[in-house]
């Protein structure tokens, strides 16, 4: 049971389960795409599965970075936490940590053997991610840096993810997966600003959010920003497999919202206006891995 609830609390698979399998799904899906084009009779299952366990496992294995890098700090601000309260030890998690690690090899190798080294690209970047690139105290206080340099994980990971598909048929890197990739990092992007928005009551001495470093009218700016540039992003990628323009209807609605409700929350930064962004990035970032990677499927190609 305290297994059960640390999952609940730290890695809610309710909420990462479905967002780690677009993940997976879309990356295959798109690259499939790019080649030889693909209906869904061609999907192989075994691709969808590395892709999907090794997204999920990964992020995961974050969480248990975070939780040895912020030990300190959460036994001072959020002494509430799990590892904090005793209910479960790092060293339990290093031993799950060892595991994640071993299975991702074994489910690189199992997919072709070049893989391995996409894998070991991402493993560098976590690694120097987790390290604060050995300037923490330097990066920390550079909010902007420190989001784009952590962020770049995501665009590394769809390059893994889509070298499962890409790399055992021969295939080479393209100007189509560097659009799908810069699209991930601004749907990541969205998903990570979105996730630190607060209102005022909501805030916690110690922790940092962007609501409190920026204010609520430039935090909604930054969003903003990041929301138009996810948007742009992700029909361009579209356009790359045939599905720009349907992406571009179907999100549109969906971005006026999202761009009313900042305002909303700009003019009055209350609990009830920031409920909105614990919800709406999820979905938005479920929907753009989903249409780019299931939509060429029925139209376009």
Same mark, same amino acid.
């Given at each position: 049971?305290?297994?059960?609830?640390?999952?609940?609390?730290?890695?809610?698979? #309710?909420?990462?389960?479905?967002?780690?399998?677009?993940?997976?799904?879309?990356?295959? #899906?798109?690259?499939?795409?790019? !080649?030889?084009? !693909?209906?869904?009779?061609?999907?192989?299952?075994? &691709?969808?599965?590395?892709?999907?366990?090794?997204?999920?496992?990964?992020?995961?294995?974050?969480?248990?970075?975070?939780?040895?890098?912020?030990?300190?700090?959460? !036994?001072?601000?959020?002494?509430?936490?799990?590892?904090?309260?005793?209910?479960?030890?790092?060293?339990?998690?290093?031993?799950?940590?060892?595991?994640?690690? %071993?299975? &991702?090899?074994?489910?690189?190798?199992? +997919?072709?053997?070049?893989?391995?080294?996409?894998?070991?690209?991402?493993?560098?970047?976590?690694?120097?991610?987790?390290?604060?690139?050995?300037?923490? +105290?330097? /990066?920390?206080?550079?909010?902007?840096?420190?989001?784009?340099?952590?962020?770049?994980?995501?665009?590394? /990971?769809? /390059?893994?993810?889509?070298?499962?598909?890409?790399?055992?048929?021969?295939?080479?890197?393209?100007?189509?997966?560097?659009?799908?990739?810069? #699209?991930?990092?601004?749907?990541?992007? +969205?998903?990570?600003?979105?996730?630190?928005?607060?209102?005022?009551?909501?805030?916690?001495?110690?922790?940092?959010?962007?609501?409190?470093?920026?204010?609520?009218?430039?935090s909604m700016i930054v969003w903003a920003v990041v929301i138009t540039a996810s948007y742009a992003?992700? +029909?361009?990628?579209?356009? &790359?497999?045939?599905?720009?323009?349907?992406?571009?209807? %179907?999100?549109?609605? /969906?971005?006026?919202?999202?761009?009313?409700?900042?305002?909303?929350?700009?003019?009055?930064?209350?609990?009830?206006?920031?409920?909105?962004?614990?919800?709406?990035?999820?979905?938005?970032?479920?929907?753009?891995?989903?249409?780019?990677?299931?939509?060429?499927?029925?139209?376009?190609?």
């Amino acid at each position: 049971m305290r297994w059960w609830t640390y999952q609940k609390e730290r890695f809610p698979l #309710s909420q990462y389960l479905p967002m780690m399998l677009a993940f997976g799904f879309s990356g295959i #899906s798109f690259s499939m795409h790019l !080649g030889s084009g !693909g209906r869904l009779g061609d999907l192989s299952v075994a &691709q969808y599965v590395a892709a999907g366990l090794v997204v999920l496992t990964f992020f995961m294995l974050m969480r248990i970075a975070d939780e040895h890098k912020d030990f300190e700090e959460d !036994g001072k601000f959020r002494p509430y936490r799990p590892v904090q309260r005793g209910l479960v030890k790092l060293s339990e998690l290093r031993i799950i940590g060892v595991f994640i690690v %071993i299975l &991702q090899i074994g489910l690189s190798i199992w +997919v072709g053997l070049p893989v391995l080294g996409m894998l070991a690209i991402v493993y560098i970047w976590f690694i120097l991610m987790t390290a604060e690139f050995f300037v923490p +105290v330097w /990066l920390k206080k550079r909010h902007t840096l420190y989001l784009i340099s952590h962020m770049m994980i995501l665009p590394l /990971l769809n /390059l893994y993810v889509t070298s499962i598909e890409w790399l055992p048929r021969g295939g080479t890197f393209s100007f189509g997966l560097l659009a799908y990739m810069v #699209s991930s990092f601004c749907d990541g992007t +969205v998903v990570e600003v979105g996730r630190k928005l607060r209102a005022k009551e909501d805030e916690e001495y110690g922790v940092d959010t962007y609501t409190q470093i920026w204010g609520a009218k430039r935090s909604m700016i930054v969003w903003a920003v990041v929301i138009t540039a996810s948007y742009a992003s992700t +029909v361009f990628a579209g356009f &790359q497999v045939g599905v720009g323009l349907p992406i571009l209807a %179907i999100l549109f609605p /969906l971005y006026v919202i999202a761009l009313f409700f900042a305002h909303k929350f700009a003019k009055d930064p209350s609990p009830q206006n920031a409920k909105f962004f614990k919800v709406f990035p999820g979905v938005w970032m479920f929907l753009m891995y989903f249409m780019l990677g299931g939509l060429p499927f029925f139209v376009g190609g």
